[in-house]
């Protein structure tokens, strides 16, 4: 019987559940998504209450684009299979990018070495063993001409992962692009340039963060006038997430990371919709299914908001938040390396069903090494079974309307705003991350997740359960010393053959620019075509701002 | 009796500090006194603070590959210093092949992904307290 008071839920739960409970108790007492989130046993259309289909959810292609930026999805264009590689010297990394380009890919994206991420020349201290090992080494503009050989720029795109170097390496493709023939106004592609989960997350830093902004700004306002085509930003999710973010942490400091990069490039006097509509995101594809769509249907209508309301952008392209993704990498086990495959196609199914523009899906082997070449092509392979196979390709948003889908991806945007709304409390994220907020919110999780692995509260198969003794070892990519001894010959000669005075003078041009207000990039540009390498120009910009430490936080 | 010292180091120009963040807090929770030195550590740097800080243990956590130069460099320091007693244990991603190596040049504990926080911490109880009763 149904009182006044109680509504179709309750009934249901005093009707139907109790005596199933009685008869059966569940497995666990709550249960609770992968990042900690209480998740109930059922929703329904009480649980839509507070969310107006009108305003939080709209039609595809429309704001605020919950549903997807594109009215077609992906009975358009699927979108864009984008495999992370490097290794090595540029010739044979060179040699990879040219077989990826003919077995049908049209875009790379370049994976660097440790001492080219960190602006470290491979004859530094801190270079020794690293040089090649987990991506290719590119000291200078020669070595930048040897990645791109026989590669014509103007008719792919290319995704650079570079950070606090990457006004450099920019400008080393840039003088690439020019020797081609190639425009700059035609080329177009992307670098990550995110330093603010670098200070967050993955710490390959080199200058404290506000010189390290001013670089940001500097390339915003060079590209909108020479580069216009040029994704300019990727501010990324994916290495928070990675460093033990949860879902939600990923995405509130995400965007938090997003308006930040936007507030500075208003305060450099830039217009909004002309630096904009150029900027990208890149998230982490999670072992948590449902929560992972609810993020990033989440973040779409986070972003299309918060450029329209808080920044006053007129131009839809600057609503519209257009992401990348790639499965979890922190999720790979080294045990029973094959289930990683099962782990993976999961993950990329739910980028695929949240919208992603673009898709990096990760090897078996990579929680061992870098992926041999067969491990690999599963990967994209497994992409192109979603794609082609599965169905899910054919409908726009399948999930839109779920009650459970819906209710997540609000309760994730309204827990986002919470976190906005500490940040801006502390002035942006710039002062967040000074004071460690960001990073110690990370540590907390990554700690509380360990220990529920420990306590088998979480369940990692293979792992923590289901273990297997004495597996035979799988064959895994091993990268030796060789690279190494060919860059440090290769940088001996550069410094013999190249005009040194024209360095030098290259250099001071650049003190005086990071010491004063005028845009960097020309002076960089200047510094590439004279051969400097990548340690000498971070050099002289070390010794006008110095170097960034952490504290640490554990 | 006097608490384990134990100091974690990130030798190399790797940033991905979340496992050696990981264990830092879970040996100090387990009572030891835990000294994280931060990032890009040279081995000079990371032997210097293991004798000022007077360590009984040292953890180093390598990612990059880059284990085959450093942990060698960190094995003759310790020696010339006459810290060869003090117990070196590495977690990270280190290639099977490498294995038989680091342990040959006195490297005792090597954890790769995936071990429990418990059996490391087991490990150095057992593995430390030998040295610290005999020194």
């Known amino acids: 019987m149904k009182t006044a008071a109680e509504t179709d839920k309750q009934r249901w739960a005093r009707e139907t559940l109790?005596?199933?409970?009685?008869?059966?108790?569940?497995?666990?007492?709550?249960?609770?998504?992968?990042?900690?989130?209480?998740?109930?046993?059922?929703?329904?259309?009480?649980?839509?209450?507070?969310?107006?289909?009108?305003?939080?959810?709209?039609?595809p292609g429309n704001f605020p684009y919950t549903r997807g930026i594109h009215a077609t999805g992906y009975r358009g264009k699927l979108w864009t299979m984008r495999q992370f590689a490097g290794f090595g010297t540029p010739e044979e990394?060179?040699?990879?990018?040219?077989?990826?380009?003919?077995?049908?890919?049209?875009?790379?994206s370049v994976a660097f070495d440790l001492p080219t991420l960190m602006g470290r020349d491979p004859d530094h201290e801190l270079s020794l063993g690293e040089v090649g090992k987990c991506g290719v080494s590119v000291m200078s503009l020669a070595d930048m001409e040897m990645l791109f050989d026989g590669i014509a720029l103007g008719g792919i795109t290319s995704s650079m992962t570079i950070n606090s170097p990457a006004a450099m390496i920019f400008a080393m493709y840039l003088v690439v692009a020019e020797q081609q023939g190639v425009a700059w106004d035609a080329l177009s592609g992307t670098i990550q340039n995110d330093i603010l989960k670098e200070f967050i997350a993955q710490k390959e830093y080199i200058f404290p963060p506000r010189p390290s902004m001013r670089i940001i700004t500097d390339i915003f306002a060079f590209c909108s006038k020479e580069v216009p085509r040029w994704n300019t930003i990727s501010v990324s999710g994916y290495h928070i997430r990675e460093a033990g973010a949860t879902a939600l942490q990923e995405l509130a400091f995400t965007l938090a990371d997003g308006l930040e990069y936007v507030q500075w490039g208003v305060d450099a006097g830039l217009d909004v919709d002309d630096f904009v509509p150029r900027i990208s995101f890149f998230f982490n594809a999670h072992s948590d299914f449902f929560e992972e769509i609810a993020?990033?249907?989440?973040?779409?209508?986070?972003?299309?908001?918060?450029?329209?309301?808080?920044?006053?952008?007129?131009?839809?392209?600057?609503?519209?938040?257009?992401?990348?993704?790639?499965?979890?990498?922190?999720?790979?086990?080294?045990?029973?390396?094959?289930?990683?495959?099962?782990?993976?196609?999961?993950?990329?199914?739910?980028?695929?069903?949240?919208?992603?523009?673009?898709l990096h899906t990760n090897s078996l082997d990579e929680a061992l090494a870098l992926p041999t070449e067969e491990a690999a092509t599963l990967a994209l392979r497994t992409q192109q079974i979603l794609a082609y196979e599965s169905g899910v390709t054919a409908v726009v948003d399948a999930l839109g309307g779920s009650f459970f889908v819906e209710r997540l991806t609000k309760d994730l945007e309204e827990g986002a705003l919470e976190y906005f709304n500490q940040i801006d409390k502390m002035g942006g994220m710039v002062?967040?991350?000074?004071?460690?907020?960001?990073?110690?919110?990370?540590?907390?999780?990554?700690?509380?997740?360990?220990?529920?692995?420990?306590?088998?509260?979480?369940?990692?198969?293979?792992?923590?359960?289901?273990?297997?003794?004495?597996?035979?070892?799988?064959?895994?990519?091993?990268?030796?010393?060789?690279?190494?001894?060919?860059?440090?010959?290769?940088?001996?000669?550069?410094?013999?053959?190249?005009?040194?005075?024209?360095?030098?003078?290259?250099?001071?041009?650049?003190?005086?620019?990071?010491?004063?207000?005028?845009?960097?990039?020309p002076r960089i540009l200047e510094a590439v075509r004279a051969y400097a390498t990548l340690g000498e120009m971070c050099d002289a910009l070390r010794d006008v701002w110095g170097e960034y430490e952490e504290v640490p936080v554990i | 009796?006097?608490?384990?010292?134990?100091?974690?180091?990130?030798?190399?120009?790797?940033?991905?500090?979340?496992?050696?963040?990981?264990?830092?807090?879970?040996?100090?929770?387990?009572?030891?006194?835990?000294?994280?030195?931060?990032?890009?550590?040279?081995?000079?740097?990371?032997?210097?603070?293991?004798?000022?800080?007077?360590?009984?243990?040292?953890?180093?956590?390598?990612?990059?590959?880059?284990?085959?130069?450093?942990?060698?460099?960190?094995?003759?320091?310790?020696?010339?210093?006459?810290?060869?007693?003090?117990?070196v244990v590495i977690g990270g991603i280190i290639p099977d092949v490498d294995v038989p190596k680091l342990k040959e040049i006195g490297v005792k504990g090597i954890f790769l992904p995936g071990t429990p926080m418990q059996a490391i911490i087991e490990f150095i109880q057992t593995h430390a307290r030998a040295r610290t009763a005999l020194g």
């Not at chain 1, 109790?18 to 666990?28: D, G, K, N, V």
């Not at chain 1, 779409?300 to 609503?319: H, P, Q, T, V």
């Not at chain 1, 003190?511 to 004063?516: F, Y």
């Not at chain 2, 050696?20 to 081995?43: C, F, N």
């Open chain 1, 18 to 59: 109790a005596p199933a409970l009685e008869q059966s108790p569940e497995r666990a007492a709550s249960f609770t998504t992968i990042s900690g989130r209480p998740i109930e046993r059922l929703y329904t259309a009480e649980d839509r209450a507070g969310i107006d289909d009108a305003r939080d959810l709209n039609d």
């Open chain 1, 295 to 358: 993020k990033y249907r989440a973040a779409r209508k986070i972003w299309a908001e918060a450029m329209r309301n808080r920044f006053g952008a007129r131009d839809e392209r600057s609503w519209k938040l257009r992401f990348h993704s790639q499965t979890a990498g922190v999720s790979l086990t080294a045990q029973q390396p094959h289930n990683n495959v099962v782990r993976t196609a999961l993950q990329a199914l739910s980028a695929v069903l949240g919208g992603t523009n673009s």
């Open chain 1, 93 to 108: 990394t060179n040699r990879r990018y040219r077989a990826l380009l003919k077995a049908g890919g049209t875009g790379l």
């Open chain 1, 431 to 521: 002062e967040a991350i000074e004071r460690g907020f960001p990073q110690k919110e990370i540590a907390e999780s990554s700690y509380r997740f360990q220990r529920e692995i420990e306590r088998k509260e979480k369940t990692i198969v293979g792992v923590n359960d289901f273990v297997q003794e004495g597996e035979p070892p799988i064959e895994i990519l091993y990268i030796d010393e060789s690279a190494s001894e060919r860059q440090l010959a290769r940088l001996e000669a550069l410094k013999r053959t190249r005009d040194n005075a024209r360095v030098g003078r290259a250099l001071d041009g650049l003190r005086t620019a990071a010491s004063g207000t005028e845009n960097l990039m």
């Open chain 2, 1 to 87: 009796m006097r608490k384990l010292r134990v100091v974690i180091a990130k030798p190399g120009l790797d940033g991905h500090d979340r496992g050696a963040k990981v264990i830092a807090r879970a040996l100090r929770d387990a009572g030891m006194e835990v000294i994280y030195t931060g990032l890009r550590q040279t081995p000079q740097q990371i032997v210097s603070a293991a004798l000022q800080e007077d360590a009984d243990v040292i953890g180093l956590s390598i990612l990059s590959g880059a284990h085959n130069h450093i942990v060698p460099r960190l094995m003759e320091l310790l020696k010339e210093k006459g810290l060869d007693d003090v117990l």
